[in-house]
Nanobody, 127 residues
Framework: QVQLVESGGGLVQAGGSLRLSCATS????????RGWFRQAPGKEREFVAA????????YYSDSVKGRFTISRDTAKNMVYLQMNSLKLEDTAVYYC????????????????????WGQGTQVTVSS
């Protein structure tokens, strides 16, 4: 039963931009902290960004800080990841996730902190 659905991935040149979207039909997800993770071939899944249920706090990994922006539209039950100045090393499958833990976004940076996951969307950055 898929509860989170990512979209917006694709092929982009280095320096370009993409916006990922994460949709869910479950209204309860509007009260969960939401995150984005990514996994490159042969590597572990790594944290990218998180946003609190209210949207009032965000947290980013050092590798994307200043280039990526996470946001949410609670009314539409959507979460977004705006990715600018993309680099070759950003190439990965990107996953949307939701956490039921009542903790600040800065404390929710591990995959084990999240209860629900999407199936992922591929982002490929070319030179």
């Amino acid at each position: 039963q898929v509860q989170l659905v990512e979209s917006g991935g694709g092929l982009v040149q280095a320096g370009g931009s993409l916006r990922l979207s994460c949709a869910t039909s479950r209204r309860t997800f509007s009260s969960y902290t939401r995150g984005w993770f990514r996994q490159a071939p042969g590597k572990e899944r790594e944290f990218v960004a998180a946003i609190s249920w209210s949207g009032g706090s965000t947290y980013y990994s050092d590798s994307v800080k200043g280039r990526f922006t996470i946001s949410r539209d609670t009314a539409k039950n959507m979460v977004y990841l705006q990715m600018n100045s993309l680099k070759l090393e950003d190439t990965a499958v990107y996953y949307c996730a939701a956490s039921t833990l009542r903790l600040p976004a800065v404390q929710l940076s591990g995959p084990h902190d999240y209860d629900y996951w999407g199936q992922g969307t591929q982002v490929t950055v070319s030179s």
